[in-house]
Structures are given as structure tokens and as C-alpha cells.
């Protein structure tokens, strides 16, 4: 099973909206609605910012959110901060033999 | 809020067995399905598997023939047993609770770096 393929890094300047996009294939995006995407800040716990493509947990910033078309998930931040500067990768599940598989990560450089 | 935290040998000899726990710091480990996954240096997240209830276990296709994991749940930890390591195996260690019911995977630890080196 192959990763889930994503830019290796983004940027943007304070304010602006960044959009980071997670292509897999048939086997995971495009078969089940249930990519996540989590925000990683190096030497910490990955946090859960999306799941079910599009859901929020509750007390993440409206400022994050998830779509999907297709084999192609998306994950766009707006109002773009100083905090918001980490690296980011998605998830989707695959089926019952590999369960999971994950993007290539994606580092967010703010401006 | 949910904690869990990895521990274990960070160096490992090729060869031998890698064993990795992971502590959970709330709830009910029995509620929860327990997960491992790995970051190789430069490499992206692989999913090694997971284990719940009495120790019911799923693993990847292409770790299968070398892992074991395990729960103790009157300790509230679950651990991972690679065997025959080789460099390869090289990577940060990642333990991390999955949704019963959901497919989702929602707390992570922050990761523990095991080198496996001579």
C-alpha cells in the first residue's frame, strides 16, 4: 500500500489561506469518507484537526477545515498564523489489511 | 485529556527484538482500540497495527511476520514486540488510541526514537 501523496511544503503570509491536498487512489481517499488530517509540531503529539474529511473536534479553531473530491482529500487554513507554522499530513483508511496509511507530510511555513 | 507516552530501549542491536510500551493516561483501555505506527528518518507514517479487547490484534501485511503486541490493561499500557530488527527499523515509534465505533484515530503519543545499531 502506498502513502498518500502531499506537497512538501507549503507557505504563506499571515492572514492568508494555504490549501494542502492528499492524493491516494481507489484502495483509500476515493473508497472511504474517512480521511483525517492531524497537525505535528516536531518532538510533540500529532493533534487531530480534521476527521471524517470535513468534522472538526471540538476546540479546534474554525480556521482549519477538510474536503474531498474524489481520490483527492484537501486541508485549508485560514486567517494563517505564526502558531499554525508545523508540519501536517493526513490519513485515510484503506481497508481491512492495511487499515491505515498516511501522506507524506507537508511543512507549513508562515511568512 | 488523554495522554500517552512511549517508552523503551532506544537502541537496539540488528538481530534482536525491539519491545516498545505504551502508557495510557485516562479512560478505559478495554473502550478503545491501541495502535502503533513508525516515522523512518525522511520517510512517511506506516502503519505497524493494533491490538484491543482481550488482545485481539490486526497487523500490517508487511510486518506481520515479525509482530507482536499485547495489552495489560490492570496497568492501562499495551506494547509492541518487533523481532529480527534490522537498520531499516530504524524510526520514531508512535503509540495511539483509535475510536471503537469510529474509524479514527484520535490521540497519539509524542513519539519515541529507536536506532537499531551494533
Known amino acids: 500500500q502506498s502513502a498518500l501523496t502531499q506537497p512538501a511544503s507549503v507557505s504563506g503570509s499571515p492572514g492568508q489561506s494555504i490549501t494542502i491536498s492528499c492524493s491516494g487512489t481507489s484502495s483509500d481517499v476515493a473508497s472511504y469518507n474517512v480521511v483525517s488530517w492531524y497537525q505535528h509540531h516536531p518532538g510533540k503529539a500529532p493533534k487531530l484537526i480534521i476527521y471524517e474529511g470535513s468534522k472538526r473536534p471540538s476546540g479546534v479553531s474554525n480556521r482549519f477545515s477538510g474536503s474531498k473530491s474524489d481520490n483527492t482529500a484537501s486541508l485549508t487554513i485560514s486567517g494563517l498564523q505564526a502558531e499554525d507554522e508545523a508540519d501536517y499530513f493526513c490519513c485515510s483508511y484503506a481497508g481491512s489489511s492495511t487499515f491505515y496509511v498516511f501522506g507524506t507530510a507537508t511543512k507549513v511555513t508562515v511568512l | ?13 540488528p538481530s534482536e527484538t525491539l519491545s516498545l510500551t505504551c502508557t495510557v493516561s485516562d479512560g478505559s483501555i ?10 523512518p528518518a525522511g520517510k512517511g507514517l506506516e502503519w505497524i497495527g493494533r491490538v484491543y479487547n482481550s488482545g485481539s490484534t490486526n497487523y500490517n501485511p508487511s510486518l506481520k511476520s515479525r509482530v507482536t503486541m499485547s495489552l495489560d490493561t490492570s496497568n492501562k499500557q499495551f506494547s509492541l514486540k518487533l523481532r529480527s530488527v534490522t537498520a531499516a527499523d530504524t524510526a520514531i515509534y508512535f503509540c495511539a488510541r483509535e475510536q471503537k465505533y469510529q474509524v479514527l484515530i484520535d490521540y497519539w503519543g509524542q513519539g519515541t526514537l529507536v536506532t537499531v545499531s551494533s
Do not use: A, H, M, T
Open chain 2, 30 to 39: 478495554s473502550s478503545y482500540y491501541w495502535n502503533w505506527i513508525r516515522q
Open chain 2, 1 to 13: 485529556q488523554v495522554q500517552l507516552q512511549e517508552s523503551g530501549p532506544g537502541l537496539v542491536k
